[in-house]
């Protein structure tokens, strides 16, 4: 998945806003994971994509100006590279749209339980 | 034509009509009383001539006697029957006179002849025959002639008879001839005869011989008279008393009374009694059908002609209420503030109000038969377009439509219209047109979406402030050795958000002005110090806010601790621009210190440059030049204007048309 290079797994950051992207990236290293990214929209956040493909993925759902995270999300699950969202707003059609299966974190995420969620991902190459 | 003066016309017709009508009815009744009166003449002079050739014939009688004194009954028949057939005349008769002294002989004859069986007779009381009372001279009927009839008076003493005494005195006096008032003839038939009798005296020498009297049949005259045309209903004859003075009889002219049109008077004398003969009738029904049939026709024709002028009047008014019930109606949508288009069930532009019009450069022929929704009016988006379509071909098949419609961008800016397309219905039912009504709601959508953007926001921000927080939290731990710095690093950095927020609160999460984030921020380090900020007023969105509130925090925190804010000389200079042409726009932001310290560049990069360099590009798709120059901190930011424009309520409506437009 990621050349066949070994290392830790990578972990697509999207979000839009800096210093939560840097305390996504925070939790992300210190949990012993590589960051992709963090990238502030849907576009740089699909080139990543495609330039080498994560491992899993960190998604804000909101990212302003009406934009969500949704093409993302969209192209992680094709790849079938698991992510999870974290959102200011627990709503149903959210839900409904991405499917109850995708884990949901609520802004102020919890740390922990992100970490438990990047534990749960395999490293690259294993 | 005014109504008043239509009314006056017609009522000058209406009388015209009725004075022709009366004139109509009086010449039909002038022609008729004419024709009456000459109806009733003819009958009079019948009535004339019956009398005439009677008395003619009296009087002949009386001349034959004259001649012949002594002529017998036969002479009388030979000459009566010799004249030929007499009409009008009953009969006639001769009394001869005889002197007391010769009564004897004349009774001898009378009864010897058969002709009388008592002789001389007078007439009783009772109407009976006794023998004639002693008297100087008798007149008993010695002849007589019946025209009808065969009652014989032989032998009857005239002067005997109470109602005719007088008339043969008068007779016997004055030579001259009379008559008798009305009589009732005694006959044989059922029906009394009324009738008049004239007696002529036979004069010889002087002397008074005998008298002739011959009786007229009044009833048959009568009936003559009224025979002559069936309009005469009546016939009255009046005869007047015995009056001698005035001699020869006289005939008076015929006499109309005015009051009874149909009523014709004739006077006339005869023998010494004034005849007075009234003959009045009606004229027929076919007559007065001619005559109510003209009448009718004259008030038809001129009552029909008033009706026609008022019901031509009362068109015109009507057209004219019409046109004017028009003007008012137009008047009433070109007073209405919101646009009102006419369309034909097609949705094409028949007619428009003033606001429509100057909606649309007031192009009337311009726009009429354009599709509604081709308009430049409208934005030109198909998503826009399509809606408006749509609604026009759901209201021509008989729906009721609303909804908002975006108008094209002026330099009044753009409008959203609340758009109502109504079906309007003809008599029979069929929808003929279609009514488009559009309100400028720009302001109340402008409200609604500012509400709900501020709830976006505050959503948004509230939950995102306190990741941000621990974020700050987190990084600052990270950075600072002692537990005071922290604190001091936190504390000021939670109060500088806390600071925008406020800001941002007061403006509604709308945005800010980038002046007055300036000025707040710099506040705690002022100081005394000399500041300059140059720069117009902009207003910057809240994301844009909080990024310079923090990164002014950061570089004013930088420059009381170490730079040009650390020493009283030291100066700061901020000013921002535009740069860049329209489609690519830059906000230019410039912090320069000036007469501070020596600058030197440190050894690590702390969170705050961290923050104030990544924050900017990150957030804002921005730029950071953070120079550490010897002569003082210069701190160069470039933002692309799109990134921090304040949104507006339409920009946000046109995302949300779109949206719906694709779902």
Known sequence: MNGGTTGPARVLILEDEFMIAMEFETIVQDAGFAVVGPAADVDTALALIEANPPDAGVLDVNLGHGKTSAPVADRLSALGVPYILCTGYQTDDLVQRYGENVPMLQKPVDTVRLVEFLRTIEPAGQ | MTSTQSRLAALVIVAITIAAAAFAYMSWRKSQVDAFSATARASLANVDLVLDRALLTVRAVQGYYVANPDANEEGLVSFVEGMGPVSGLRALAFYRRVPDAERAGVDADLIRSGRSPIGIWNLSGEHERVPAARADYYYPATATYFFEGTASAYGFDIRSHPNRRFAVDMAIQTHL??????????????????GVVFYKPVVVAGDVIGIVSGSIDVDRLIATAEAASPDIHDVEIEIGPLELRGGAPVDTPNVTDDTKPFFVVDEQNHSGRVWRIEVSGTPGVLDYARGYGLMTLVLLAGLGAAAALIGYTTAARRGRELQSAETRLRR?????????????????????NRAALESVGNDETGITGQ??????LWEDDAANRDALHVAIVRAAAGEERRLDVLSSETELGQSVYDVAVRPVAAENGEISHLVVSALDVSERVEAAETERLLMRELDHRMKNTLQVVQGVVRRTAHSHETVDSFENALLGRITTMARAHDLLARERWLGADLRTVVLQELQPFEQGHSITVTGSPIRINPKGALAFALAIHELGT?????????????RLAIDWSFDGDDDDRRLVFHWRETNGPKVLVPERRGFGSLLLERSITYDLDGKTDL????EGVACRIEIPWERIRPMTASIHFRERLAEGAKS
Do not use: C, W
């Open chain 2, 177 to 194: 001839g009379t008559s008798t008032d009305v009589l009732t003839f005694a006959t044989s038939g059922a029906e009394p005869i009324r």
């Open chain 2, 371 to 376: 599709p509604i929704d081709k308009l430049p």
């Open chain 2, 558 to 570: 930088n420059a009381i601790k170490y730079g040009a804010l650390s020493v009283p000389e030291g």
């Open chain 2, 627 to 630: 120079e550490f120059a010897p």
């Open chain 2, 332 to 352: 009433t949508l070109d007073g209405l503030v919101p646009l009102v288009f006419m369309t034909d069930p097609a949705g094409q532009v028949v007619g428009a």
